[in-house]
C-alpha cells in the first residue's frame, strides 16, 4: 500500500474516532451545565466542525482562489442543512423543541440574507462584508452564550438540582 492511502486510512480512522470523542464530551458538557443539546451543538460543536471549513476557505482566499472558498461556504451550509439534517432524522426521528430553534434558525436567515444581497445586489464580497458577517456571527455567539444562561437561570427543577449539589459538595458545582 502506498504511503498516501496509508495515511488517508490512517486519517479516517483518526477522524471517526475523533468525532466519537468530540460527540461524547459535548453530550456531557450538555449534561453537567444542564443545557439543552440544541444550543451546545449550535455552539462548541458548530465551532469545532466548522474549524477545517475555515482552513481551507481562508487557505483559498490567501491564493486568490476566492471562488473555492464561497462555493465551500455555500456547499457547506447546504451540506448541513440537507445531508446532516437527513442522516440524523434518518437515523433517530425525534420531536423538536420548536423554542430552541428560534435563535439559531434566525441568524442562519439573516446570515443568508446577507450574504445572498452582496452577491445578487453588488455582485462582490468586500471586506466589510466580512466584517459584517463575522459580527453576525459574534452576536449570534454572544446571544447564544446568555440565553444559555436564562434557561439554566429559569427552570426552578433545574435551580434546586444545583442548589442541592452545591449542599452536598460545595468544591463541585460551581
Given at each position: 500500500?502506498s504511503d498516501q492511502v496509508m495515511l ?42 466548522t474549524l477545517p471549513e475555515v482552513m ?59 450574504y445572498a444581497f452582496n452577491a445578487y ?54
Amino acid at each position: 500500500m502506498s504511503d498516501q492511502v496509508m495515511l488517508f486510512v490512517f486519517g479516517l480512522i483518526l477522524l471517526i474516532k475523533g468525532g466519537d470523542w468530540f460527540v461524547g464530551g459535548a453530550g456531557a458538557i450538555a449534561r453537567r451545565l444542564h443545557l439543552p443539546e440544541i444550543l451546545i451543538g449550535a455552539t462548541v460543536v458548530s465551532i469545532g466542525t466548522t474549524l477545517p471549513e475555515v482552513m481551507v476557505s481562508a487557505t483559498s482566499a490567501v491564493q486568490g482562489i476566492g471562488g473555492i472558498a464561497y462555493g465551500n461556504a455555500i456547499g457547506s451550509v447546504i451540506c448541513n442543512t440537507a445531508l446532516v439534517a437527513a442522516v440524523t432524522v434518518a437515523v433517530r426521528p425525534s420531536s423538536v423543541d420548536r423554542n430552541s430553534l428560534i435563535l439559531p434558525i434566525g441568524f442562519f436567515f439573516l446570515s443568508a440574507i446577507f450574504y445572498a444581497f452582496n452577491a445578487y445586489v453588488f455582485g462582490k464580497f468586500t471586506r466589510g462584508s466580512g466584517i459584517v458577517l463575522l459580527a453576525i456571527f459574534l452576536f449570534y455567539m454572544v446571544v447564544t452564550v446568555l440565553q444559555m444562561k436564562k434557561i439554566r437561570y429559569l427552570n426552578p427543577r433545574l435551580r434546586q438540582e444545583i442548589c442541592r449539589k452545591k449542599l452536598k459538595n460545595p468544591t463541585k458545582v460551581k
